[in-house]
């Protein structure tokens, strides 16, 4: 049998039981429903019989209080109710009319009939209950009764009422009253025995409908039980059929299927010499178990075969491997050959250009430098790809500015952009950057690649126009930020024919596109598989002649410990500002920027002319303007001309004058400072670039501290402080100042190590917390935030201690809750007046405190150096006169400082110029304390050229050097005879060694990697190597001289290795 035709005729037949079986189950539904209906029907029928009897007793009884007490409205009643049962008057809506007329009669309710009742007779309501002719007659029966004994009441109701004459036995008009007349009717043989007539016509009515009902309702309990019988009887049959069908399908479907899986699994175990056989069963599994003997025959055929030809590709396969290999050390090969000789000639090309030259000479320099760098591009093209399509490029995560990565994307093409003329723009799509910290985790060396390639390209098929990088946060959840890129452009578009090859290997849009604009077509590819490899995809949106837009997504981590948000001053908002710009979309997004800095008043002029016109007109109604953001070069009027001409008017430059320009702003700086400019940005501009020069040039005010003079004499004996500083100068300084007042010091070298502190011990404990601003791990700021969240610190005094001269910096600190602050350098005086402001808080004279240490007899005659630039008297008033502790400051200060230069000439490299802010805002407190002004006027001017990136920073950096080195000269004849040798070791130095490794290999190959490598870690390297050999590596690398710097890395291992 076929399993189809089993199928088909086994489920007939158990369709037909269900439906069978669903039949009786309607049925014994449709029983119990005419059950509950016959019962339903029996309890109205005798209800309504059993309430005609309760009705005729109420009769009665209304016929004897009336008789009995002549009362008018029990007459009234009586009516009703014969009005109700005639179908005269309106039915009663209660449920139990005799507890009504019960409730009337005693006085309880007032009796009165519903307006909106049914009318419906007492025979009515007997025959809509279906009464048969016998219960009819017996309902006659009753009425008739009820008649003679209605007879009866009437002449009652009249001999009351006076208008029956007993005598005469008639009804009368007017006659007397005879109350005992109608009592001894109602209480006579002949009354009652009309009750009795009634009471036996109802009681045979009661007996005929109850002997009815009660048929009925056994009647449909028995048709219940019969289908309930019938339908189990079904339900016994459908399961034994079930039953047998189960027992056909397991021995013809199941057990065939059994065998066959038995033989499928032998086969998978890779025995093929298993056969099913014949199984029996429906013909389809039969046909199935001879398939699956006939594959196995087949499989076993393929393997011998295939076990033939293994041999010949294990022979084709080595051969191959051979070949891949031999393509490997041929790239690697070409690699070191090619970048070796190009290395030397751009490093050559580099000195040549550094020496005295002819004009032609220059020119042909120039240009042969160019070509010899486009060369050396598309050989990190190729090389990048073969990376790439090899998958051997791998991401480097680490923590990175964001803001810092795109302003190098766009330095690598601001000069060409400059070249052609093109404006180059930055939208950073809001504050966000500034507001929530703009430090992120992933490989920033490949995301500048990328901004790099797409900017590059976009300003390579761009005449006129601009092109602009535009950035925007989508979301941000779990650590995890999305950005969104993009590069737009007005160049000359891509078709969209054109757009479905441009990310082809070694094509461009077409071959007109390669001739006219060169380049190997490799550069979106390599950008592409990066976006890719870095969790991105990239999109492009372009139409011909329109401009194109390549963007794409990239999802970054949250570094574990996020900088400080920089805050905007409240005062921004109050500024009133004017920019000047020739180019309507950089003039937009200059102003969007200053809008979302909180400045509210913004006008705008495209030429100069308008804006000498809006400066000397605001001037002159008395409302000048506070901020000029002037372009430099514009057509007509360029913006030396715009300040020459305010001055010829005798208008006076806005206070805060910036002059923005795409070329080199170190021409232009000291005409345009004398002109009135007090500031200068490179375009494109940078939000945070410009925030600091809004901080500086608007000259925000800021509340302030004062400070009252301490009393020499003063004593802070039992005062606690809790002093939170990094530098180890400063805190030994803090310290003994404090300390020979009596100051009981604790000391924390961060944030978080004062939080843990202050969490072990009671929030009084200290009667101040001195906090330092700038801090690693959790800088001051973020320390007083938290501290300020906690009820449990919300009345601990917190004052800052800053080197910073900015008021908004001040302004931050007291807005986030300090009580004040302690400018760095800082007089004593001043120190005390701000610990016995808070010494009573401290106090504790239940703890005995030790005496100030007596003064150092044998320091007063130690002779104190004489350096220039170093103000021993002004040092020794800073200390409050100790020398001794002078000394050893100055000695700190030297053994801290020797190693300034390569320093922050490695920060300069590596453009960190937050590591270089650090060390220099440092290195500005302790040289004013000290009394090094010279060196910490210095200091402050390289801090701001760090802090806003500038081009002038390396001059500045030059200035602080040689401010600094005759004092750190000087000051080596205080250092020990033999210094001990510093026992710690840098954190780091195992990474630092894995990355010269790398960098040594990548010279070994003459990867230009090696630079970009050795720039991100030269910090960290700097604590394995000598000053001098990072000096000297670091200029090799400058111009790409890679066999020097290998030589240099092998020549210190082998030192190393010999010492």
Known sequence: MRLSRLSVVFSVALLVMIAINGSFTLLVAQSHRLLSQTQEHRQRALTLVQGLREESQMLGRLVALYANTGDPRFLLYYYDILGIREGEKPALPHKSPMIYWGKVIAGE???????????????DRMRSLGLNSTELEALNAVLAANESLKELEQIAFAATQGLYDPKAKSFVSDGEPDPAFALELINGQTYNKAWLRL?????????????RTGDELAHARARLQDWIWASSIGFLLMIVFVGFGIRIIATHVLR?????RTTAGQLAEGHY?????????????????????????????????????????????????????????FLANMSHEIRTPMNAVIGMLHLALGTQLSGQQRDYLTKSQSAAKSLLGILNDVLDFSKVEADRLELDLAPFQLEQIVGEALLLVQQRAQEKEVELLFDAGGLWLIREGGELVGDALRLRQILANLLSNAVKFTDQGHVRLVLERRHEDAGQVVIHFAVEDTGIGIS?????????????????????????????????????????????????????????????KRPAATPTAAQLPPALSSLRALVVDDYPAARAVLTGLLSQLSIQRIDQCSNGRCAVDHVADAWAKGTPYDLLILDWLMPGMDGDAVLEALRARGVPAPKATIIVSAFDLSGIREHAQDLGATDFIGKPIMPRALLDRLKEGAKIESRSTHFSHADPSLDLQGMRVLLVEDNSLNQQLASELMRKRGVDVDVANNGAEALDRLAMLPPEHYALVLMDLQMPVMDGYQATERLRAHPRYEHLPIVAMTAHAMSDERERGLALGMQGYLAKPFEPEALYAILAEYQVAGADASIPQAPPPPPDRASQSDDLPHIPGLDTRQGLMHVGGNRSLYLDLLRSFATQHRDAQARLDGDLDRRDWESMRRYVHTAKGLAGTLGMDAVAARALELERAAKAADL?????????????????????????????????????SGDAAEQIERIRALLAEGDIEATDLWQAHSGSIATLLPVATMQRISRAMERFDFDNALALLDSLDERTKGG
């Open 952 to 988: 002038r920073t390396p001059t500045k950096l030059r200035d602080f050097i040689r401010a600094l080195e005759p004092i750190l000269r000087g000051l080596r004849a205080l250092e020990p005879a033999s210094p001990a040798a510093p026992a710690s070791v840098s954190a780091s």
């Open 199 to 211: 009471s036996e016509a109802i009681e045979s009515l009661l007996t005929l409908v109850d002997a």
């Open 273 to 329: 010499d298993a056969r099913a056989g014949n199984l029996g069963g429906v013909e389809e599994l039969r046909v199935l178990a001879a398939i699956l003997d006939d594959m196995a025959r087949a499989i076993s055929a393929d393997i011998r075969h295939r076990e033939a030809v293994q041999a010949e590709l294990e022979a084709a396969r080595a051969k191959a491997e051979a070949a891949t290999l031999a393509k490997s050390r």
């Open 109 to 123: 309710v007032e009796h009165g009939l519903p307006t909106d009742g049914t009318f419906q007779s007492l025979r």
């Open 256 to 260: 065939p299927v059994k065998g066959l």
């Open 496 to 556: 969209d024919e054109q757009q479905a090859r441009l990310f082809k290997e070694f094509t461009q849009a077409d071959g007109s596109t390669t001739r006219k604009y060169g380049g190997t077509g490799l550069g979106l590819v390599i950008s592409k598989r990066l976006v890719e490899l870095m969790g991105g995809r990239m999109e492009v949106r372009s139409l011909p002649g329109r401009g194109s837009t390549f963007a794409f997504e990239l999802a970054f």
